[in-house]
């Protein structure tokens, strides 16, 4: 969902309004899952968009309102995987390291920008939800 959007936008700004709207909805998924895991010690992003992006981290990172670290390793998700079951297998087993880049720290002019963004975001879908 895209709101705003007229001939003047650009494909720059098609794809900001996109990068907002992704970070928005994880934020969304964030707040539904910090019931259950209410300690949340870190937020790390990997995959090809941070690769190629990395400043969209910085979007997530406002968004979010904590730091994002992005690991750099590609094949995340299998070495995530790995490692789920090498705590069924092998619990004692060293781990290898992960390869992380830079740690983006939420900027707070941005985090309230971002929480008007949230809360129209949220409006919006309502509204969608319920038409």
């Known amino acids: ?16 309004g996109i990068v907002e709207g992704v970070a928005i909805t ?12 209410p300690h949340i010690l870190q937020v790390a992003a990997a995959g090809r968009v941070s690769n190629d992006h990395p400043e969209w981290l910085q979007i997530l990172a406002d968004v979010l309102g904590r730091p994002v670290t992005h690991v750099t390793r590609r ?5 995530g995987t790995a490692l789920l079951a090498l705590d069924e297998l092998a619990p004692d087993a060293p781990r290898a390291s992960r390869a992380t880049g830079a ?8 985090v309230e920008h971002y ?4 809360a ?12």
């Open 103 to 110: 740690t983006y720290e939420p900027q707070p002019a941005h």
């Open 26 to 37: 994880y934020a969304r998924v964030a707040d539904e899952l910090r019931s259950a895991a």
């Open 1 to 16: 969902m895209l709101g705003g959007v007229s001939a003047a936008s650009d494909a720059d700004t098609l794809f900001r």
């Open 115 to 118: 929480a008007q963004r949230r």
């Open 75 to 79: 094949r995340a998700t299998q070495r």
């Open 120 to 131: 129209r975001f949220a409006e919006a879908y309502e509204t969608f939800r319920r038409s």
